[in-house]
């Protein structure tokens, strides 16, 4: 895309740009390590990732901060426009995926406490595709690329289904031997954070169509009846 | 003009205008030259009725020169070649019969630098329609008032009307021109550059009235200045070299550009 003619204008976009990736990269790790401390029974590690909240609380706020001050001095319109209310929608999503790798880091420490119900399996599984789908959903926001987008929107699905699949497995632990109950709760918990990190990645790549294309694919339900633009 | 078919219109139509929208002017094929040089290459559009529509675009795109074409205002330069048809209310306005007198008093003109003439602020909007023939006082009284309360400038000169136009400020002055083009009952308003010498404030005074005059006046204006398109207009049409390049209603163009050299423009991008 040619540049702008004010190379600082230019700057700040970039500038912008980078503090997203560098808190999607930051999100990213935290999910990798919330599972790994599950995994390999490492509170330390599950500790970490909670006391890295504060970073990407901050990163969502320096992030924020820079969008409003492009939005009142430079009157961004076009497509620096969707890009700068894509950032602004996007920092809320990798802030909220960062607060439920914290949630999965805590139900680890506890799930660590006590011997292990069963081998995690699908749990793992989910765990990566989940992480993938942000990875990719990022990945497309820097390349302004909906393909790849639209294809993050189509492994949200797998998702689901494996939370369901995983929910009817534990339900049987716990029907069978209430002692189960608690660690079954736990995982089914860390299920839904996962579930919940592919759905904010899917708003992510949502956001990166509408930013590519001004065409707005979240809800069409409700869109019925509106223009075909916006 | 005859257009009451309630079958979904063809993709070919002219940009701008949804169907919905009944055009007050079109223009079809409009091409300008002065002497060699292309001004205007084939423009093709439909302005809406009742709306204010903003053509943007980079010093010497031709804007004003379409603008101009829209009361004839062209006529007074020396070398100019028009080619192409403008229908205002469905007639055509470039035909050697039209009255050009009665076309501008149709098609009234505010422009980038106020011009109030040397005289009263009372004598300045009573001019138009005294050269129009009005002889009744309380006739010219009654359009004088009329006047300058539609420019928003009743309150702040009812008790000075006779002092010289000349003591307003540029904001007042601004006022006084449009009051004065409304003075003869005009249809369509064309501003050119209107706040581009106004500071702010009279800046959001100007673009405050559009937004009430258009409810009786269609209003083409041309200006400099984005934003002001963004934030006054309703469809904003783009030209580049004499060409239209996008012409769409307002937050569609400057959200979602279809055209990269719209985009680049809005976005600051300039080659």
Redesign the interface.
Known sequence: MTQHTSRHYEQELQALKEKILLLGGKVEEMIASAMKSLLNRDPDLARRVIASDREVDAAELDSDHLCLSLLALRQPAASDLRFIATALKIVTDLERIGDLAVNIAERSIELNEEPPLKPYIDIPRMATAASSMVGRALDAFVRRDPVLAREVLGSDSAVDQLNVQLFRELLTYMIEEPRNVTRALRITFIAKYLERIADHATNIAQMVIFMCEGRDVRHPAAQEGEAEEF | MNEISIAPKPKTRRPGVPAAEEPMIEIDRLCLSYGDKPALKGISMRIAKNRVTAFIGPSGCGKSSLLRCLNRMNDLIDGVRITGAIRIAGTDIQGPAVDVTHLRKRVGMVFQKSNPFPKSIYDNVAYGPRILGVRSRSEIETQVESSLRSAALWDEVRDRLYESALRLSGGQQQRLCIARALAVEPEVLLMDEPCSALDPIATAKIEELMDELKVRYTIVVVTHN??QA?RASDYTGFLLLGELIEFKDT??L????VDRR???Y??????
């Open positions: 984005m934003q963004a937050p569609a400057f959200t979602t550009p719209t985009e680049d809005i976005t600051g991008r300039f080659g």
